[in-house]
């Protein structure tokens, strides 16, 4: 998310969760926008607020967490089972796996397991998040993950279905992450899109 109206939006219509995005990089960095930590902390909302990073240093993540007085934090690139362990001593983290064809999801996730608080799972692209794309959700449901976790990874305003007869033998889907395919440009929704979603999840 990058505007305040629309976090203020999803807050409304009871959204859980608002992520952000600190990873230079990406077209939708926080920086690139004009919403500030204290525009946001300004609005007191109830949506939790999620900072994703990409291979940042400790000491970056905590500033920012600080900053904008993050909820939780996703590690979404290559950070070791040891630096996770380290942030997730100090808030609630949220580590980020892309999966590909056939990939043993049981053996990635292994070594996390007692660092961090939940996954998420994404599909595997040429750059980190925000494919667009969907990976075989059947490689989850053949997997032993015992740990709450996100799905993302391409999900669109036509998945709502698909997504309640996943979930109904997924007793650890904790939460959806949707993002690109409810876009009308990188950082901004398309919130009556968002809305239809999340009323045919609900009902």
Known sequence: ?????QIAALDEMGVEFAG?????????YI??????????????LQISRVGVFVNETAEEILRVVDEWRLHMVQLHGDESPKFCEQISDHITTIKAFRIGKNENIDWKIHPYRECV??????????????NGEQ???????????????????????EDGKRVLEFAAGQRDLFSLD??????????????????QFVEAIKQ
């Open 20 to 28: 952000l995005i600190f990873y230079p990089k990406s077209p939708r």
């Open 135 to 157: 990976f075989d959700w059947k490689l989850l449901e053949e997997s032993n993950i015992r740990k709450p976790f996100f799905l993302s990874g391409g999900i669109g305003p």
């Open 1 to 5: 998310m990058t505007r305040l109206d």
């Open 117 to 130: 608080d939940m996954f998420l799972f994404d599909t595997v692209g040429v750059s980190y998040g925000g």
């Open 178 to 195: 949707v993002n690109s395919r409810f876009e009308t440009a990188p950082g901004i929704k398309d919130i009556s899109l968002v809305r």
């Open 31 to 44: 920086k690139r926008f004009h919403l500030s930590a204290i525009d946001l902390k300004r609005e007191k």
